[in-house]
């Protein structure tokens, strides 16, 4: 962390109505084919060049993102991947995606990132493998956590939440925990209410995956709450918990989406909407002309009101939406990121091997 971007990532933090977080979707290519999403079923080999991505970074810096979040897709896929994510790192709070099986091949490229998150959802191998789509996925995430550990790289797991796993989730946290690797969750949702030209697709309802358990969720939510107390690696707000408890309880839902405020997407040809269940609306390359125009503050009151989706990471940039809320968020990131740095030389961690 330089000075340089400290000083940026402070300042940006505390000025009103800039759009904080970015989640850059860089391919559409995948190499999974995951049980819960649907984007390597319309995979696409058109992107934008290595050139293109680096302008629409300035462009982002200049709007005064705090963090960005690459995905896909499988970002890793892309050859120049080392690029951008160098580019990125020097200004933004840079997390980078992987299924488990890309990221022990391109720690070069990794060594400059604030988060490698990767996305993993039981310490069951054959469920594991069910999930993801493809045999032997579940040996090579593991490997890959202990990789990325062993060579300093900030590395944590990102289980989504589903009726699948809901009750594993509270193992599998300590799990992770008594390893000193973070964890920061998402939830599964489908897109059965989306636009015809949305930004991508998630998917159908699968019923195996969607929550049924209420009870079981509201009860996870406290106990999340609780661990949370005794261990700041567990990366979600009480406030987020609180939020989703209430929406499980009675199905309300107690914060307004901020799309195109405080978060949107970008696709892999540089196209912005809201979130990925909207229709693209601008560009990167022509977003600060957008940003504070008519245009978008009708599509932010409309977005407001919005009611489609239990993404989690909607719902968290949504409810820390303010100044103050950001400022939370801020240190949080920074108080891990400490963390993590005290933690780079560490010893092995065994996995795959204690599972």
Request: charged share 25%; proline share 3%.
């Amino acid at each position: 962390m330089t000075l340089e971007k400290a000083a940026r990532i402070a300042r940006c933090s505390v000025l009103p109505n800039k759009p904080y977080h970015v989640q850059w979707l860089l391919t559409r290519r995948c190499n999974y084919r995951c049980r819960g999403c649907d984007v390597w079923r319309e995979q696409d080999g058109e992107e934008l060049s290595t050139a293109e991505i680096k302008k629409g970074l300035d462009i982002l810096k200049e709007l005064c993102v705090v963090e960005i979040v690459f995905s896909g897709g499988a970002p890793l896929l892309r050859e120049d991947i080392g690029e951008i994510l160098e580019h990125a790192s020097k200004s933004f709070v840079t997390t980078v995606y992987d299924n488990g099986s890309l990221a022990a091949e391109r720690i070069d490229a990794l060594r400059n990132v604030d988060f490698v998150a990767i996305s993993l959802d039981t310490l069951d191998s054959k469920k594991s493998d069910h999930l993801k789509g493809v045999e032997g996925s579940w040996e090579r995430a593991m490997k890959t956590i202990e990789k990325l550990h062993e060579e300093g790289i900030p590395v944590s797991i990102s289980p989504t939440i589903s009726q699948y796993n809901l009750h594993e989730i509270v193992p599998f946290t300590k799990y992770f925990l008594t390893k000193g690797i973070p964890l920061w969750y998402c939830l599964y949702s489908d897109d059965t209410t989306a636009e015809s030209e949305q930004l991508f697709r998630i998917g159908k309802k699968q019923d195996e995956l969607v929550i049924a358990n209420r009870e079981a969720m509201t009860r996870l939510c406290d106990t999340l709450i609780n661990m949370k107390r005794h261990d700041s690696n567990i990366l979600i707000t009480d406030k987020t918990l609180k939020a989703i408890k209430q929406l499980y309880l009675d199905g309300k839902r107690i914060w307004k989406c901020r799309a195109l405020q405080n978060f949107f997407m970008i696709d892999h040809l540089g196209r912005v909407a809201g979130c990925h269940l909207r229709s693209p609306v601008t560009t990167v390359f022509d977003l600060p002309r957008a940003w504070n125009s008519p245009e978008f503050d009708a599509l932010r009151n409309t977005y407001a009101e919005c009611t489609r989706c239990t993404y989690l990471c909607y719902i968290f940039y949504s409810i820390h939406g303010s100044v103050r809320g950001n400022i939370q968020i801020a240190q949080e990131k920074w108080r891990t990121a400490k963390l993590l740095l005290k933690k780079r030389k560490t010893t092995p961690l065994n996995l795959a091997k204690q599972q």
